[in-house]
């Protein structure tokens, strides 16, 4: 049985949710953009003049503050609706997109080798509203969840290119990036006979007159051949550093998406290959209801995207929390997935 979209048990009361929440929004917004007038980030202070900060920072401040002020009395009256209504609400939402074909939403092959892999992702995004992000120095949330959404849709539906060396002493499968390094006097497995080379040598192999130049001043530095390569240095070691997200991942699991609207620009970016996804994960208003004991004002964070449909989930959250912990409502969330095409394994 799959589980219901809504987070709401009627139309009812997800129209009485929305109401409240339109009165409040407003307010909402007003304050998140006076709070980041006052706090630009590092590349947006490069760019622009001290004088014209000056003036933005003047001109913001009155209009987003009068605006502010104006909406408050609405948002008073959206607060007195929406805050009753969360005693009802399950702690997620739940958004499926119908597959093209229902291979999508199957291990394919499962049932030819008896086994089945899968891949999990995890990455934190800071999602915040805009004005809290900007305290870790980031800035446009909007912008930036749509962005991560179309890169990490690009990355994992890329085509997976796999190397296969064919010699006795092939040890597996090796990634693309393992042959990006050439190798001195390497042997050539399968040629019967080798023509002498009459290109000039790589600046790989003339490395050590790099080091030798470098050695006075005791400081050495990669080849630049490595650097061209895609790779860095990090502590004398090549570090490679792709901007590329894994391919073929089959469950997403993203922490710091408190967001509500990046939430769900990114539901929109990624609904094309995650056919099944859990945001706006986490309870609000007084926990435990009817209760003064704790007030959450924004949600876990916690955002899962599945290939596979979800059967069930289920969210804890943490009953003890202080600080600015405290506001958000963190928690567990478990799911279940159903990954074969037989009803009777899950």
């Excluded at 917004?29 to 980030?41: E, H, Q, R």
């Excluded at 003047?58 to 609405?74: E, H, K, Q, V, Y």
């Excluded at 704790?294 to 876990?300: A, G, M, Q, V």
Aim: glycine share 6%.
């Amino acid at each position: 049985m799959a589980l219901q979209e809504s987070p709401f048990p009627n139309d009812f009361v997800a129209g009485l949710h929305a109401v409240g929440w339109a009165f409040i929004f407003p307010c909402f917004w007003f304050l998140d953009c006076l709070i980041a007038v006052w706090k630009p980030t590092t590349l947006e202070q490069k760019k622009q003049d001290c004088f014209l900060f000056g003036l933005k920072v003047f001109f913001g401040t009155i209009i987003f503050f009068i605006l502010f002020l104006t909406a408050a009395p609405f948002a008073l009256l959206g607060f007195l609706l929406w805050a009753p209504l969360q005693a009802c609400r399950r702690p997620f939402c739940y958004h499926r997109t119908t597959p093209s074909s229902p291979e999508v939403e199957i291990h394919r092959g499962f049932e030819l080798v008896g086994k089945a892999s899968f891949s999990f992702a995890t990455a934190n995004l800071c999602l915040l509203p805009d004005s809290l992000a900007r305290f870790n120095n980031l800035g446009h949330t909007q912008h930036r969840a749509t962005t991560v959404g179309q890169r990490i849709v690009q990355g994992v539906s890329r085509p997976h290119i796999r190397i296969f060396v064919d010699s006795p002493s092939s040890c597996g499968t090796l990634s693309p990036s393992s042959s990006i390094l050439p190798t001195v006097n390497s042997a050539t497995y399968g040629a019967t006979e080798r023509q002498p080379s009459t290109e000039s040598p790589s600046p790989l192999y003339n490395s050590n007159e790099n080091f030798n130049q470098q050695g006075r001043t005791g400081h050495r530095s990669a080849p630049r051949a490595l650097f061209s390569q895609g790779l860095r240095q990090q502590d004398d070691a090549p570090v490679e550093v792709s901007s590329l997200f894994p391919a073929n991942v089959d469950i997403l699991c993203l922490q710091e998406v408190f967001d509500k609207r990046a939430a769900w620009k990114l539901t929109q970016a990624l609904r094309p290959l995650f056919g099944h996804i859990l945001y706006d994960v986490g309870v609000y208003a007084c926990q435990p209801p009817c209760t003064c004991s704790s007030f959450k004002f924004i949600n876990s964070g916690l955002f899962l995207a599945s290939r596979f449909p979800v059967l069930e989930a289920q969210y804890h959250c943490f009953p003890s929390s202080s600080g600015e912990d405290a506001l958000a409502s963190k928690g567990l969330l478990s799911a279940k997935v159903h990954c074969l095409i037989s009803q009777d394994f899950v």
